[in-house]
C-alpha cells in the first residue's frame, strides 16, 4: 500500500517539484505545471499524467492499479489505485510524468531525458 507521502518521496529527487494543490487535492508541480495529484477522497485514486499510448498500454495490462473514468477519456492521464501500485511501478510512474511535464532546460543532461 503506497501513501501520498510515498508519491512525495519519489519525485523528491526531481529539479523544482513543488508541493502545492491542484483542484483543491495535494499535488505536485514543476515549473508550476501538475503532474500527479490526489483525487478527493470520495473519488479515489492519484491522477498522473501520461501518454495516450501508455495509459492504453497500462489500462490493457490488466493490472488492477490502473484505472480511468469517462471524465478522463481522451485524456493524458491514468489513474492509480495507492492501495494496488507496486512501489517501483509508482516511482517509474511519477518520474515519466515530471518528464512529460518539465521545461526542456530542466531535462538537459539528465539520463534518458532531452535530445
Do not use: N
Not at 517539484?17 to 473519488?43: C, I, N
Not at 491522477?47 to 493490472?63: I, Q, T, Y
Not at 511501478?89 to 511519477?94: C, D, F, G, M, N
Request: overall charge negative.
Amino acid at each position: 500500500m503506497q501513501t501520498w507521502e510515498d508519491v512525495v518521496a519519489a519525485a523528491s529527487g526531481l529539479p523544482e517539484v513543488a508541493e502545492s494543490t491542484w483542484y483543491r487535492t495535494p499535488a505536485l508541480k514543476v515549473a508550476g505545471k501538475g503532474f500527479v495529484r490526489l483525487r478527493s477522497d470520495a473519488d479515489g485514486g492519484l491522477v498522473v499524467r501520461c501518454g495516450l499510448d501508455e495509459k492504453e498500454a497500462l489500462l490493457s495490462s490488466g493490472d488492477g492499479a490502473f484505472y480511468t473514468t469517462p471524465h478522463y477519456d481522451g485524456y493524458g492521464a491514468i489513474l492509480v489505485d495507492l492501495d494496488a501500485v507496486d512501489h517501483d511501478q509508482l516511482v517509474e510512474l511519477v518520474t515519466e510524468a515530471w518528464r512529460r511535464t518539465a521545461p526542456k532546460r530542466l531535462l538537459a543532461g539528465r539520463p534518458g531525458d532531452g535530445d
